[in-house]
């Protein structure tokens, strides 16, 4: 209900000589440039600018982030066609929809996490290496894959391990260089 009568008409009165609260009246900036952030990195140090590669951290979330995403895609696709090759013919729909998400999820899962942590060896592999020899190139992503392979397959034996490693190696070193190769050519 609408209040009606003197009190109503006394508030009316009083709140139209107040004026609303503004959070920044007391900025001397205008508005419109209020939220307009650098666009350039902020670094601590300025010897930290100097070097254009991402820290340990980075590299870190990067290298284990985008291994888990890739397999658990990879691992769910295969997952998937294994699921469509064990149907019944006295599957119902939702007996094969079921079947369909629990074998992809299962397989995305385990595919992810095993090269996931696949991934976080490199990367911490790769980390340890820039930060010792304070350089960023193909020999160095050529050990760090050297270095993975070896750790990898280390519970195997020697010999597996000198073989994950050389793998590890050339694997590495193919995909900075197909990389590169890409920046130049394909200008991305």
């Not at 599957?91 to 992809?104: A, E, F, G, H, P």
């Not at 195997?156 to 197909?178: D, I």
Request: glycine fraction near 12%; aromatic fraction near 8%; include cysteine.
């Amino acid at each position: 209900m609408a209040r009606s009568g003197p009190d109503h008409e006394l508030n009316h009165t009083e709140s139209s000589q107040t004026r609303l609260y503004n959070p920044y009246q007391d900025l001397n900036v205008p508005i419109q440039t209020l939220y307009q952030l650098p666009t350039s990195p902020e670094f601590l140090f300025t010897e930290e600018s100097l070097r254009q590669r991402r820290s340990w951290g980075e590299n870190l979330t990067f290298y284990t982030g985008s291994a888990y995403i890739s397999a658990s895609i990879g691992g769910g696709s295969i997952g998937f066609f294994s699921a469509l090759k064990s149907f019944e013919p006295t599957d119902t729909l939702k007996l094969k929809v079921n079947r369909i998400l629990n074998s992809s999820g299962h397989s995305g899962r385990v595919w992810g996490n095993r090269i996931g942590v696949v991934g976080l060896i490199y990367a911490m592999t790769e980390s340890g290496i820039v930060a010792i020899t304070d350089r960023d190139d193909v020999w160095t992503s050529m050990a760090a894959g050297l270095g993975t392979g070896a750790v990898c397959r280390a519970a195997r034996g020697v010999r597996s391990a000198a073989v994950a490693g050389a793998l590890g190696g050339v694997v590495a070193g193919a995909a900075v260089a197909g990389k590169q190769t890409l920046k130049r050519y394909a200008m991305i």
